[in-house]
């Protein structure tokens, strides 16, 4: 099989495209698969030539389009060209909106915001009811948008903020903000912000000698600069992959490459094991209904994707800073 890997060569992501194109090729000479290594610049407008590169090559299947500049413009002369694509990172709700609305044959292997705000809710709902809560945003859409995703399921159940805030980001301190939520009650707090932000609240709440238990999303998952994260604060995010149990044939031979196997090195490993899979068993239909219907063991664990063509098992976890690393909570 022919897998076409697009994926950043050069410029600012190119760390990143290196480690797509690394952990897609360790798999692929596993796997015994042929890999054509499209460039991605992420430039608006540049899918439909990316496109024309992948069918050109006679690639089977695209995997990787870190960008949705790229991933928007490639999808539909994919679609006509029979052409399944699986993206490891694009979580852009819209398009995947359209793929099912024109029948495109596209994959998410990037985990939804929909399933990052349903276990954040989930986790919620049965380790925080009963305490006194509160819901704060950065004003940034996306915070702003997942910290109101779940405040309805939340108030549904029965649990109301006790005290919301919108803070201004980017800022040396946020001593009023955690002054205000103790002035509240609040004793623990869900935080849509960035790490850079949540660290200083964290580190304010220390200073002013105020308890919260402060848990934020997957954006915690970021460089640990310039205040460093708190242990003890929690996250909704995805496992560092590595340590999985499923992983770990996969990380010694990307070790035997002397590759560390960061970032999207395992993800994209993991798609093409995906795909060889669904190759093997498509029989007689296309490759594309194969991909839809496989459930199969991967490096970052089982993989399938259901009828709205997302991931079935949604990867989000609880997990808490601690000595350098998110873990699993220390209650657990």
């Not at 099912?100 to 049965?126: C, G, N, Q």
């Not at 105020?210 to 995805?238: E, F, N, Q, R």
């Not at 999985?244 to 560390?260: D, F, G, H, S, W």
């Amino acid at each position: 099989m022919n897998i076409g890997l697009v994926a950043p060569q050069d410029g600012a992501y190119v760390l990143l495209g290196q480690q797509m194109r690394a952990g897609a090729e360790a798999a692929a000479d596993t796997t015994q698969d042929k890999m054509t290594v499209i460039g991605e610049s992420c430039a608006v407008d540049s899918g439909p030539a990316i496109a024309d590169k992948l069918i050109a090559a006679k690639v089977d299947v695209a995997i990787g389009f870190l960008c949705s500049e790229s991933l928007e413009g490639s999808l539909p002369k994919l679609a006509a060209a029979n052409i399944p694509a699986i993206t490891l990172s694009v979580r852009w709700p819209t398009i995947m909106e359209d793929a099912l609305k024109k029948h495109w044959p596209f994959y998410r292997l990037a985990p939804s915001t929909k399933a990052e705000s349903a276990k954040v809710t989930d986790v919620m709902i049965y380790q925080w009811a009963g305490f006194a809560f509160a819901l704060v945003d950065d004003g940034t859409i996306r915070g702003r948008e997942l910290v109101d995703s779940i405040r309805a399921p939340l108030e549904q159940r029965g649990m109301k903020a006790v005290f919301s805030d919108t803070y201004r980001p980017g800022q040396d301190q946020q001593i009023s903000l955690v002054r205000r939520l103790k002035k509240a009650g609040a004793t623990h707090v869900f935080i849509g912000g960035d790490r850079s932000d949540i660290s200083i609240i964290a580190c304010d709440a220390k200073a002013e000698n105020i308890p919260l238990v402060i848990m934020g999303g997957d954006a915690l998952k970021a460089v640990d600069k310039p205040v460093p994260l708190a242990d003890g604060v929690l996250a909704v995010t995805t496992p560092d992959y590595a340590t999985l149990p499923a992983a770990q044939t996969a990380v010694a031979t990307l070790r035997k490459r002397n590759i560390e196997p960061d970032g999207y090195t395992l993800p994209a490993y993991a798609s093409v094991e995906l795909v060889n899979a669904a190759q093997k068993q498509m029989g007689s239909g296309s490759l594309s209904d194969a991909i839809g219907k496989i459930r199969t063991q991967t490096a970052i664990g089982p993989l399938g994707f259901g009828a709205d063509h997302e991931l079935i098992n949604n990867p989000y976890q609880l997990l808490e800073w601690r000595d350098g690393a998110f873990q699993a909570p220390a209650e657990q």
